[in-house]
């Protein structure tokens, strides 16, 4: 279930106990494979950055992508040049060496960064030369490809670069095909022109959403009027939901009166408490925090305005309350 390094040692922790004696063990070739590309895959790219003025300072294999963090901020990170440097390392088919270096061998190489550990060094003549201790393939074209799909700062001058390689590569492009397909249909459109249709969506339902709000406000002005005339304070369940409600109690309040207002909308009891500004007498925010204490609720506010929600089963009981303490606070 799990391989760790302790003291030089290679530990293989199992889910359960074995007898002693031979046994078979057998790499997991795909995943072996996969982590070679992603790894051989990070080489050549932050050789690329390297190139560029970025120095990659981390390096994390993930699930489905990968991440580098590179030394410099993200505006002076051409992400576009490096990965094309990048994938013409792939596509020239370099061989790869990765092997123990020594003495005055390895003095000559041009290391890009400085070992950690040990002699072994990947080598890639022209593009790479860095200290590694992974799996790596024998020539960069198994590498297959590298994509950098987005990059983006990370801590003070920094940036993050996250990338994904080889058979990766494919897996991501089918899940953005799919659902760049299931969009198209959705718009009703073309895949080329969704950018185009989902803004034109968004825009027509913002100017629906101004239109909503204009004609919300519009009722709580009438039903303010209306709640108003019954005399002040107000006090009444509405069934238009907790905007509504809060809508009508500020309009209530602006034209002088004390309003306090609940709905309910789903499943919670909203109160809505509000008076004129500087008004006297006991305040909403008191007012409210004894109404929810009878349902059990969070909110807050402050003298003037205060709002919050619990279980609506005695929510003519906080009214009630809420009603008798601000005629005898």
């Known amino acids: 279930?799990?391989?760790?390094?302790?003291?030089?040692?290679?530990?293989?922790?199992?889910?359960?106990?074995?007898?002693?004696?031979?046994?078979a063990a057998r790499i997991d070739w795909p995943r072996r494979f996969d982590h070679m590309q992603q790894h051989h895959g990070?080489?050549?790219?932050?050789?690329?950055?390297?190139?560029?003025?970025?120095?990659?300072?981390?390096?994390?294999?993930?699930?489905?992508?990968?991440?580098?963090?590179?030394?410099?901020?993200?505006?002076k990170v051409d992400a576009a040049r490096?990965?094309?440097?990048?994938?013409?390392?792939?596509?020239?088919?370099?061989?790869?060496?990765?092997?123990?270096?020594?003495?005055?061998?390895?003095?000559?190489?041009?290391?890009?960064?400085?070992p950690v550990k040990g002699d072994r060094v990947v080598v890639v003549e022209g593009v790479d030369a860095s200290p590694c201790g992974g799996t790596h393939p024998a020539r960069t074209g198994e590498v297959g490809c590298i994509a950098v799909l987005k990059a983006q700062k990370w801590g003070e001058g920094k940036s993050r670069v996250e990338f994904a390689c080889g058979a990766r590569v494919v897996?991501?492009?089918?899940?953005?095909?799919?659902?760049?397909?299931?969009?198209?249909?959705?718009?009703?459109?073309?895949?080329?022109?969704?950018?185009?249709?989902?803004?034109?969506?968004?825009?027509?339902?913002?100017?629906?959403?101004?239109?909503?709000?204009?004609?919300?406000?519009?009722?709580?002005?009438?039903e303010a009027v209306r709640l108003k005339a019954q005399g002040s304070p107000v006090v009444a369940k509405l069934e238009r939901g907790a905007a509504f409600a809060r809508a009508v109690a500020q309009r209530i309040a602006q034209d002088g009166g004390t309003a306090l207002l609940a709905a309910v909308e789903d499943g919670r009891a909203?109160?809505?408490?509000?008076?004129?500004?500087n008004a006297s007498g006991a305040p909403m925010g008191a007012l409210l925090k004894d109404a929810l204490a009878v349902l059990g609720g969070k909110g807050g506010g402050g003298p003037d305005f205060a709002q919050g929600s619990g279980t609506p089963e005695k929510l003519d009981d906080a009214l009630a309350?809420?009603?008798?303490?601000?005629?005898?606070?």
């Open 82 to 114: 490096a990965e094309a440097l990048a994938n013409e390392s792939v596509w020239r088919d370099l061989p790869v060496i990765a092997r123990d270096f020594t003495g005055e061998e390895r003095a000559r190489l041009p290391l890009r960064k400085e």
């Open 42 to 75: 990070q080489h050549l790219l932050s050789a690329a950055f390297d190139k560029l003025g970025a120095a990659t300072v981390s390096f994390h294999l993930g699930e489905r992508t990968c991440t580098i963090d590179l030394d410099a901020p993200l505006g």
């Open 321 to 329: 309350l809420a009603s008798h303490r601000l005629v005898h606070p």
């Open 171 to 222: 897996r991501l492009l089918h899940e953005v095909s799919e659902g760049l397909a299931e969009a198209a249909e959705a718009l009703k459109t073309a895949p080329a022109e969704v950018a185009q249709a989902a803004a034109r969506v968004a825009a027509e339902a913002q100017a629906r959403r101004k239109t909503a709000d204009a004609l919300l406000d519009e009722l709580a002005q009438l």
């Open 270 to 277: 909203h109160l809505v408490f509000a008076r004129p500004k």
């Open 1 to 23: 279930v799990d391989t760790q390094e302790r003291g030089g040692a290679v530990l293989h922790l199992l889910d359960r106990t074995i007898e002693p004696g031979e046994v």
